[in-house]
């Protein structure tokens, strides 16, 4: 057997010991705090490092720890992997339609495996991409993933390092690009074993969900670098598409050169060394272009970022809500600033922050560079009961909201189940061994929602089984009504959006918009198609030259200069 060389970094320590299959050896120390080793071990032994003749701890860039994360870590071989889908070459992000989705409540058995049994149905409803929510190994069987704690392996419960990769070859095998969600801003606390070995995290700053990363403070070159070969390490051993970068916001660094500019310099590198497209995309509240502007105009160069302006914009319009950060939006002078201009705060005084916030897009970023969406596990899981836009609103407003996402200029995202209104809403879970931390949780998360004016009877425990059960997607509801009815809209306005290219232009300037607050209608035209769109409740005559229909939510009346919307509708028409 070939000796496996193992290394650490543990800076502030005399001695480090490798523990293998339950034999302790010593390791040379180097400069710079790395301490390695040669064993005669490989793929499958059981190994960890003791520091100063302390317990055998788990590795810090644990590929596999099949004994949860409590346990000892599982050496692996990445070469080792037999992919199939080899002619794979990628596929560009901007302007395709991409499917967020998380492996635990995607089907009933909540792995990789059952994932990839029902990819075909991505396919033919016209996926080009899948976002997955995190997979880094987490306390517990099921949870979000937010509090992984091991942020180089693959959660066992899903399936593991192999479980994964079968699922990226067999997206691939389809035409479905994948996109990972990482979590850079913070560990979670249960089985986070860093502060162990180095200073990973800085006090100095702080963020809302546990400790901020030492991104600039001292040995903080040794934590950036952790983390670009964590992002290079997805992107190269499991082959995936891009990195979903959780709340950068929350990513603080003062650096002359921030970390995800630094990060976004070795992907693109990495990418010309694979041959493939690689793309990041940013999650920011900030409205910070510098994070999609090119490099050399100054910005970080990141490909792209979540829009939760459109989102917030589209949702108040269409359910009224006005609580919590949903009072800084509800007309739709705001829906049509963010159609046209991407951020709807660009430097405006925000109610809801009681501050100015953001600043405008440079003309040169179109609407390709922001992720468009009505629904995504944030905004349906961070409400108390979880509940879908469908649980909201009439199915007609559903097919409104899913038509101005898809008809947009920017890339469309969907979460599992919109496309058929699924039953189920998406709750918070969790499954944190320490009973103080699940308490902890519970008390936390009724706390979080009093800012919505929800009683806190409402929020179901995060730790109860029922909780995860309740969010899990029901497959035979497809065929069934009302499912059906949203399903073939969904389908339709997919393929129209396929088939009518500038449906697709991801360019603002070729977008006019009128609208009607009072009467709430709106109008918006590109240079060869028409969107009419009545959120009011009875029928609505609109002033409209228009050829022919191509797609409308219900029975519409189109005469050569004006088309009749009946309530709550919407209707695509060829100029």
């Known amino acids: ?41 490989g793929p499958g032994a059981m190994y960890g490092f003791c520091l100063d003749g302390g317990e055998a701890l788990p590795d810090p860039r644990s590929a596999w720890q099949p004994d949860g994360v409590h346990g000892l870590s599982r050496l692996i071989d990445h070469a080792a992997f037999n992919w199939q889908a080899e002619g794979w070459r990628g596929r560009e992000l901007l302007g395709q339609l991409v499917y967020e989705l998380h492996i635990g409540t995607f089907t009933a058995a909540g792995t990789f495996e059952a994932a990839i049994e029902r990819l075909d149905h991505l396919v033919d409803l016209g996926v080009d991409f899948v976002e997955i929510l995190p997979v880094a190994a987490f306390p517990g069987r099921h949870g979000w993933g937010y509090d992984g704690v091991f942020p180089y392996a693959v959660q066992d419960s899903y399936g593991g390092p192999d479980g994964l990769k079968q699922f990226v070859d067999g997206c691939h095998n389809r035409g479905i690009g994948v996109i990972l969600d990482v979590v850079y801003n913070h560990l979670g606390p249960d089985g986070n074993v860093l502060p162990a070995f ?40 499991y082959r995936i598409d891009g990195l979903r970068l959780d709340a950068v916001q929350a990513i603080l660094d003062t650096s002359a050169t921030h970390v995800l500019e630094e990060l976004a310099v070795e992907v693109s590198a990495l990418s010309d060394e694979v041959g493939r497209p690689l793309a990041l995309i940013a999650e920011s509240d900030l409205n910070d272009p510098r994070l999609i502007t090119a490099r050399d105009a100054g910005g970080y160069g990141l490909d792209a970022q979540w829009s939760d302006d459109f989102h917030h914009a589209l949702h108040t319009v ?11 939006f509800g007309s739709l002078s705001q829906l049509a600033t963010a159609l046209t201009h991407g951020y709807v705060y660009a430097g405006q005084y925000s109610p809801h922050r009681g501050r100015q916030h953001g600043r405008p897009l440079p003309a040169s970023i179109t609407g390709h560079r922001l992720l468009g969406y009505a629904q995504d596990h944030d905004q349906i899981g961070n409400r108390a009961a979880g509940d879908r836009l469908s649980a909201l609103v009439s199915p007609e407003l559903v097919k409104v909201a899913a038509a101005l996402v898809l008809t947009a200029p920017f890339t469309p995202m969907l979460f599992m189940g919109e496309e058929w209104a699924a039953s189920t809403p998406w709750l918070y879970f969790t499954d944190h061994e320490d009973p103080e931390l699940a308490e902890a949780v519970r008390v936390g998360r009724r706390g979080e929602f009093k800012a919505f004016g929800w009683n806190h009877e409402d929020v179901p425990d995060p730790q109860h089984p029922t909780t995860i059960e309740r969010s899990t997607l029901k497959w035979d509801e497809l065929d069934a009504a009302p499912h059906a009815d949203m399903l073939a809209w969904y389908r339709e306005l997919i393929a129209l959006r396929r088939s009518r290219l500038d449906l697709a232009d991801g360019r603002f300037d070729q977008i006019e918009i009128d609208f009607d ?36 939510s219900a029975d519409v009346e189109l005469l050569a200069s004006s088309v009749t919307l009946p309530p709550e509708s919407v209707a695509i028409l060829a100029r």
């Open 198 to 237: 180095g200073p990973y995290f800085t006090d100095v700053f702080s963020t809302p969900w546990g400790q901020a990363v030492n991104y600039c403070g001292a040995g903080s070159n040794e934590v950036r670098r952790y983390i670009i070969d964590n992002a290079l390490m997805w992107l190269r051993d």
């Open 1 to 41: 057997m070939r000796p496996t060389n193992l290394r650490v970094w543990a800076p502030g320590v005399a001695q480090v010991d490798v523990e293998v299959d339950g034999r302790r050896r010593p390791m040379t120390s180097s400069e710079g705090g790395w301490w390695a080793t040669d064993v005669g071990a």
């Open 318 to 328: 269409v359910t009224r809500e006005s609580f919590g950060y949903y009072e800084d």
């Open 517 to 552: 607050e009072e009467e709430r209608w709106l109008v918006i035209r590109r240079p060869s198609t028409v969107v009419a769109v009545n959120l009011a409740t009875r029928p609505r005559a609109l002033e409209i030259q228009a050829s022919s229909k191509l797609l409308a």
